[in-house]
């Protein structure tokens, strides 16, 4: 099964680390852009907005590598 296959590479630590960094740097941004109007006027922050807006970068980036990763090991003879 492909998808318990992708889902088991994108757990490794190496993976995870990965993209919990690059969710860490493109959440903060995308927070910014997104509810930086709020912030700036001390108006409550969208908490849902705010987690997905980490949470998709992280799946983003997962995936990503994940798939480059299974594609690398399917290539080897």
Partial sequence: MRIVRLLRIAGRRRIAISALKVALV?????????????????????????????????CVSSYSAARNEMQRCDEQP
């Fill in 26 to 58: 493109v959440g903060t941004l995308l927070n910014l852009v997104n509810q930086g109007g709020n912030l700036l006027d001390g108006l409550p922050l969208n908490t849902t907005q705010m987690l997905l807006n980490f949470f998709v970068p992280f």
